[in-house]
């Protein structure tokens, strides 16, 4: 604010006046006219009047006001919801100046129960104040905008109401995708682990031979049928390498038309369904190319070679893995879809080019996906669906209808190709507009760019000697099991110490609490030390520890230290109460892993 005062010209424009009921208001000069950020004739009434509009207050957690002015409506807002948690954001900073000189906030707010009270200086502030307010605020949050902020600063009103609702609905989707995968990657990491130990890591091991060569990244969307015949030409030919991906493999396999590698990473049991009739079909030609938090399931009857890749949800793997030459290991992050993974891979290798081949994105008619795949022909979009569908722009121009899904994936598959100079060419037909890819037909693409013979139809033959470090992985692997033992007798502590805490929460016995919450932490601090606790456990909690993060953020408001108390324990005790539980279903895995492992380490000694 003391930077401000040395900008008049920037204070120029926004200046206190008084109003008609004797209280300040604010006005601004828009386009050599006054404009009213409150009332000219009475500013709280005004406020009040906003206030009282406002519905279903009592079903959110907290509010946020986007636009301060002089503060009337919040201070109407404090006084009318006296339990309620709130914050402010104020994108003119010149406003927050005028209203600092006419009076100060603590004399008309309740300070302790303002959560964040954030100013915008700069562009790049928007969205690091809105994450610092989503990742600290549990449950759901009403936004209410100072009306005239929506006629003097319409475009910054819109932009921040679409980086909010954005923000909104990618936290209850990854609260939703956490919620129901947490256990299942840990899971899949810890049972896949053999997997990966044993298969060639495709970053590392392959990534020279595919670096400056064309990739055809064939997707299950509604337009692949009509390219088929195109497809087996650029096979036929060894034009450029095709990655078939998640339900893309079955149309293809379906029409002879074998892709050089198949991708998947889906971490869900029926994942499996996917290389159903591949298995059935006893093809042992397609190399599979797996994220090693995929469903475990999917790699116990694949028939062919197998090559891996670490993904930012395995925990596991990246704790027990060393490369024998002191590479760093790759990791490829989670994504809405093995596309967008599979994407990332490609980059990563520097492919001369990426030809994106049914990656519709939408819908075309009522079809989601290609014809061919089992689990899908003949499956119906419900009258329910299509009242959520999304209206986007299309590869020519024109209106397609999406679901909130496949615009996270476009959205995301964005990004990405963002930040790479490699071309990418989308000859999806009636598909989604991809940003930063050039549309061309798949035809077109064959003659024009993919002329020459390429590929190696044997790429996939490995040394069969592994990168990593086995004895490396055998001490990592009774670390965690030390770990594992030794957390029976710390969750025996913090039983204990819980009970010591209700016994004096039940006492009133504040003096007291101090010192068990002294000792309640330094338990806490062996737990989160603990590595089984750290690498496997925690993951598959990561739901309920981000809430008991808000949670404890939320407390800390509360008055009264028993109060604080009682809701500290009972937020911790849902965590615990958790991972306990894994813990004690753990065990089985544990020793499936160790039982797998001597058994492979037992194999190398005996052939070495």
Same mark, same amino acid.
Request: charged share 25%; aromatic share 10%; proline share 4%.
């Given at each position: 604010?003391?930077?401000?005062?040395?900008?008049?010209?920037?204070?120029?424009?926004?200046? !206190?006046?008084?109003?008609?009921?004797?209280?300040?208001?604010?006005?601004?000069?828009?386009?050599?006219?006054?404009?009213?950020?409150?009332?000219?004739?009475?500013?709280?009434?005004?406020?009040?009047?906003?206030?009282?509009?406002?519905?279903?207050?009592?079903?959110?957690?907290?509010?946020?006001?986007?636009?301060?002015?002089?503060?009337?409506?919040? #201070?109407?807002?404090?006084?009318?919801?006296?339990?309620?948690?709130?914050?402010?954001?104020?994108?003119?900073?010149?406003? !927050?100046?005028?209203?600092?000189?006419?009076?100060?906030?603590?004399?008309?707010?309740?300070?302790?129960?303002?959560?964040?009270?954030?100013?915008?200086?700069?562009?790049?502030? $928007?969205?690091?104040?809105?994450?610092?307010?989503?990742?600290?605020?549990?449950?759901?949050?009403?936004?209410?905008?100072?009306?005239?902020?929506?006629?003097?600063?319409?475009?910054?009103?819109?932009?921040?109401?679409?980086?909010?609702?954005?923000?909104?609905?990618?936290?209850?989707?990854? =609260?939703?995708?956490?919620?129901?995968?947490?256990?299942?990657?840990?899971?899949?990491?810890?049972?896949?682990?053999?997997?990966?130990?044993? /298969?060639?890591?495709?970053?590392?091991?392959?990534?020279?031979?595919?670096?400056?060569?064309?990739?055809?990244?064939?997707?299950?969307?509604?337009?692949?049928?009509?390219?088929?015949?195109?497809?087996?030409?650029?096979?036929?030919?060894?034009?450029?390498?095709?990655?078939?991906?998640?339900?893309?493999?079955?149309?293809?396999?379906?029409?002879?038309?074998?892709?050089?590698?198949?991708?998947?990473?889906?971490?869900?049991?029926?994942?499996?369904?996917?290389?159903?009739?591949?298995?059935?079909?006893?093809?042992?030609?397609?190399?599979?190319?797996?994220?090693?938090?995929?469903?475990?399931?999917?790699?116990?009857?694949?028939?062919?070679?197998?090559?891996?890749?670490?993904?930012?949800?395995?925990?596991?793997?990246?704790?027990?893995?060393? #490369?024998?030459?002191?590479?760093?290991?790759?990791?490829?992050?989670?994504?809405?879809?093995?596309?967008?993974?599979?994407?990332?891979?490609?980059?990563? $290798?520097?492919?001369?080019?990426?030809?994106?081949?049914?990656?519709?994105?939408?819908?075309?008619?009522?079809?989601?996906?290609?014809?061919?795949?089992?689990?899908?022909?003949?499956?119906?979009?419900?009258?329910?669906?299509?009242?959520?569908?999304?209206?986007?722009?299309?590869?020519?121009?024109?209106?397609?209808?999406?679901?909130?899904?496949?615009?996270?994936?476009?959205?995301?598959?964005?990004?990405?190709?963002?930040?790479?100079?490699?071309?990418?060419?989308?000859?999806?037909?009636?598909?989604?507009?991809?940003?930063?890819?050039?549309?061309?037909? =798949?035809?077109?693409?064959?003659?024009?760019?993919?002329?020459?013979?390429?590929?190696?139809?044997?790429?996939?033959?490995?040394?069969?000697?592994?990168?990593?470090?086995?004895?490396?992985?055998?001490?990592? =692997?009774?670390?965690?099991?030390?770990?594992?033992?030794?957390?029976?007798?710390?969750?025996?502590?913090?039983?204990?110490?819980?009970?010591?805490?209700?016994?004096?929460?039940?006492?009133?016995?504040?003096?007291?609490?101090?010192?068990?919450?002294?000792?309640?932490?330094?338990?806490?601090?062996?737990?989160?030390?603990?590595?089984?606790?750290?690498?496997?456990?925690?993951?598959?909690?990561?739901?309920?520890?981000? =809430?008991?993060?808000?949670?404890?953020?939320?407390?800390?408001?509360?008055?009264?230290?028993?109060?604080?108390?009682?809701?500290?324990?009972?937020?911790?005790?849902?965590?615990?109460?958790?991972?306990?539980?894994?813990?004690?279903?753990?065990?089985?895995?544990?020793?499936?892993?160790?039982?797998?492992?001597?058994?492979?380490?037992?194999?190398? /000694?005996?052939?070495?």
């Amino acid at each position: 604010m003391e930077a401000l005062s040395d900008r008049q010209d920037t204070l120029a424009h926004c200046q !206190l006046e008084t109003s008609r009921k004797g209280l300040p208001t604010l006005t601004f000069q828009v386009s050599g006219s006054k404009r009213y950020v409150h009332s000219r004739y009475d500013p709280e009434q005004e406020s009040l009047s906003l206030i009282e509009s406002l519905q279903d207050v009592e079903r959110y957690n907290h509010v946020l006001f986007y636009g301060f002015g002089l503060g009337y409506h919040v #201070e109407a807002f404090a006084q009318r919801y006296p339990n309620h948690f709130f914050s402010v954001y104020e994108p003119r900073p010149e406003v !927050l100046y005028r209203c600092l000189s006419a009076k100060s906030l603590k004399s008309f707010l309740p300070m302790d129960r303002i959560r964040h009270f954030l100013v915008e200086t700069k562009p790049e502030d $928007m969205e690091r104040h809105l994450d610092l307010v989503m990742g600290t605020v549990q449950g759901e949050i009403l936004l209410v905008t100072l009306p005239s902020y929506e006629h003097l600063f319409k475009e910054s009103c819109s932009h921040f109401y679409q980086a909010f609702l954005g923000l909104i609905k990618n936290r209850r989707s990854q =609260l939703h995708t956490n919620f129901a995968f947490e256990k299942r990657w840990t899971v899949n990491s810890m049972l896949n682990f053999g997997k990966v130990l044993q /298969s060639p890591n495709i970053l590392l091991e392959k990534a020279d031979h595919f670096r400056g060569k064309p990739a055809v990244l064939v997707a299950a969307g509604p337009s692949l049928q009509e390219e088929l015949e195109h497809l087996r030409h650029i096979k036929d030919h060894g034009l450029a390498y095709i990655f078939s991906v998640g339900s893309a493999i079955n149309p293809l396999i379906r029409n002879g038309i074998y892709p050089d590698a198949a991708c998947t990473y889906d971490p869900t049991v029926h994942n499996q369904k996917v290389f159903e009739e591949l298995v059935r079909y006893g093809i042992t030609s397609i190399p599979l190319i797996f994220g090693s938090s995929v469903g475990y399931e999917t790699l116990i009857q694949y028939p062919g070679p197998m090559f891996h890749f670490l993904t930012s949800q395995d925990t596991v793997s990246p704790y027990l893995l060393k #490369e024998n030459g002191g590479r760093d290991i790759p990791v490829l992050n989670d994504a809405p879809s093995i596309a967008v993974v599979a994407l990332q891979m490609l980059i990563r $290798m520097q492919c001369r080019m990426i030809v994106l081949v049914g990656q519709n994105l939408a819908f075309r008619g009522t079809q989601a996906y290609a014809e061919g795949i089992p689990y899908y022909d003949g499956k119906q979009v419900t009258d329910e669906e299509k009242k959520k569908w999304i209206s986007i722009e299309d590869v020519d121009g024109q209106t397609v209808f999406t679901s909130e899904g496949f615009n996270r994936m476009r959205l995301t598959m964005e990004q990405y190709i963002s930040q790479t100079a490699i071309p990418v060419i989308n000859t999806t037909v009636g598909g989604a507009k991809i940003r930063g890819t050039t549309f061309q037909r =798949l035809r077109d693409v064959i003659a024009e760019q993919l002329t020459a013979k390429v590929v190696e139809n044997d790429w996939w033959v490995s040394s069969g000697d592994s990168i990593y470090n086995k004895e490396y992985a055998e001490q990592q =692997l009774r670390r965690l099991e030390r770990d594992y033992d030794a957390l029976e007798r710390i969750f025996d502590e913090l039983d204990q110490q819980m009970a010591k805490i209700h016994r004096v929460i039940g006492m009133g016995n504040v003096s007291r609490l101090d010192r068990l919450f002294v000792r309640w932490d330094q338990i806490i601090h062996r737990l989160t030390s603990n590595d089984f606790f750290r690498i496997v456990i925690n993951p598959m909690n990561r739901v309920h520890t981000k =809430l008991l993060k808000q949670s404890l953020e939320a407390i800390k408001y509360e008055k009264g230290v028993i109060t604080r108390a009682e809701k500290i324990m009972a937020e911790y005790k849902r965590l615990l109460d958790s991972c306990k539980q894994d813990y004690r279903e753990l065990k089985s895995i544990l020793n499936q892993m160790r039982e797998e492992l001597t058994d492979l380490f037992a194999a190398v /000694s005996a052939n070495a």
